[in-house]
């Protein structure tokens, strides 16, 4: 087998004044939170593509960037994307989910009904790729890291999203094998995130629950 070939090395520029810069995207980040109540105002497709560009931006195992941004806007797709992940969740709700599990959601005050899957004007779903895409001769390589590569890129995602001005949450219907289907992916593409984009409905409210101390999540040694 044949290593890759050395590719070429540019110069890299850092940030000037990394506290500062630390200081203002943590004021930035912080005001974020998971909003369930949307409006159909609408989000050009320009903001869209910009923040799928920052998630684009992730690092990612060999470079193998193991994913794809569906973002969908058709009302078609979004209602047949509704309907099937409430009927996941109304099983979840009903029947999958441990008496801990709901006790533990209690606080967000989630249901199975997602009328936000209908109302956000765009909803991205992120798939992770299992193998490369294939190339011209149909042939397919391996991602490494494929779930911590994706989870980095949703994050980057989320954070563009905010700071946009725009509101998004992380929905995992379980299983969401379904999206492939509605979405028409081939089978090296997993869903592994769907979320809605787009302004907060007027009066929207978010749980009042609170994130842990600095000191709880840090130790410096
Ligand atoms: N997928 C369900 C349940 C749910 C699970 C977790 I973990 C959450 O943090 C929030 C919700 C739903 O979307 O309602």
């Not at 984009?197 to 000191?215: F, N, Y």
Request: glycine share 6%; net charge neutral; charged share 25%.
């Amino acid at each position: 087998m044949c290593p890759s070939p050395q590719v070429p090395f540019v110069p890299f520029t850092p940030a000037l004044s990394p506290e500062s810069a630390a200081r203002a995207f943590y004021e930035t980040v912080r005001h974020r939170r998971s909003v369930r109540f949307f409006s159909d105002a609408p989000v050009s497709e320009g903001t869209i593509r910009l923040c799928i560009a920052a998630a684009g931006s992730a690092p990612s195992g060999a470079n193998k960037q193991p994913w794809r941004f569906v973002a969908v806007r058709d009302p078609a797709l979004k209602r047949a994307i509704r309907l099937a992940a409430e009927a996941e969740e109304r099983e979840f709700y009903e029947r999958r989910a441990t008496p801990e599990w709901l006790a533990d959601l209690a606080p967000l005050g989630t249901d199975p009904d997602k009328p936000f899957l209908e109302i956000a004007p765009w909803l991205i779903v992120v798939f992770k790729l299992v193998k490369t895409d294939p190339d011209e001769t149909g042939k397919q390589g391996k991602t490494y890291y494929a779930d911590e590569s994706v989870g980095i890129a949703a994050g980057l995602l989320i954070a563009a999203i905010h700071h946009a001005g725009l509101v998004t949450l992380t929905h995992t219907p379980s299983p969401m094998s379904f999206l492939s289907t509605v979405l028409g992916r081939p089978a090296h593409e997993r869903p592994f995130l769907l979320l809605p984009v787009g302004h907060p409905g007027e009066g929207a409210t978010v749980p009042d629950i609170h994130r842990k101390s600095l000191e709880e999540i840090m130790l410096v040694r």
